[in-house]
């Protein structure tokens, strides 16, 4: 059974500080990982793409991708009310087998406090 | 460039009835899913199109939903008879090249089942 695990949350930061959010998964062949953020009543859009180990960075956002340890995480630096959201990690075997599963996490809810 | 666009986007049904939804993908995008998303859950997966072949559709209840994909653009989702539990959001998403692109996702259907 692949899974992915998030805390549902929520989760308060105070406006300005880092949110840090945290992803496991249970399939050691995933190949790409994805956050999307929903807005309440609104559809997923993709945040931060990451395919391997290490962090990616793009502008107030930092994916970071531990294979070893199965664990993918999304920090969000300098946190505005805007960013209060649900975010949904989402974890993908390579799709150049036929069996692999595109699973979606339950979400984190992020708050940010003013 | 429009996005995904899906219709109706609410719906009200009695329990037994059919209902059907409609989906047009980003122009030129080859891979199409529908997902339904319950309150408080991460999308759930019911079946990947990669142009108009189902390649993964496990997790789609045959026994009361179905789904065709016409000359490999837009897509419908039936479901006859609906059951209360049918109650969900239904989303559309389209990738250009498959699962470890990024999904865009339509506005969804917010179906009701009395």
């Known amino acids: 059974q692949k899974e992915v695990e998030q805390n549902s949350g929520p989760l308060s930061v105070p406006e300005g500080a880092i949110a840090s959010l945290n992803c496991t998964y249970s399939?050691?062949?995933?190949?790409?990982f994805f956050w999307y953020r929903q807005y309440s009543g609104k559809s997923p859009e993709l945040i931060m793409f990451?395919?391997?180990?290490g962090d990616k960075e793009d502008g107030r956002f930092t994916a970071q991708l531990n294979k070893a340890s199965q664990y993918v995480s999304l920090l969000i630096r300098d946190s505005q009310p805007s960013d209060s959201a649900t975010y949904l990690c989402?974890?993908?075997?390579?799709?150049?087998?036929?069996?692999?599963?595109?699973?979606f996490g339950k979400g984190t809810r992020l708050h940010i406090l003013p | 460039e429009a996005g995904v666009v899906q219709s109706p986007r609410y719906k009200i049904i009695e329990k037994k009835q059919p209902v059907a939804f409609w989906c047009n993908p980003i122009?030129?995008?080859?891979?199409l899913y529908w997902y339904l998303q319950n309150l408080g859950q991460g999308p759930e997966l019911l079946i990947r199109?990669?142009?108009?072949?189902?390649?993964?559709d496990s997790q789609l209840p045959k026994d009361r939903f179905s789904a065709e994909r016409l000359k490999g653009v837009d897509s419908t989702l039936k479901i006859q008879p609906a059951e209360l539990g049918d109650s969900a959001v239904y989303l559309c998403?389209?990738?250009?090249?498959?699962?470890?692109?990024?999904?865009?996702f339509g506005p969804g259907t917010r179906l009701t089942v009395l």
């Open positions: 998403a389209s990738s250009l090249v498959g699962g470890w692109d990024e999904q865009f």
């Open positions: 399939d050691r062949g995933s190949q790409s």
């Open positions: 990451i395919y391997s180990n």
């Open positions: 989402a974890v993908n075997m390579d799709l150049r087998k036929r069996d692999d599963k595109i699973i």
């Open positions: 122009s030129g995008h080859n891979t």
């Open positions: 199109y990669e142009n108009e072949e189902a390649v993964d």
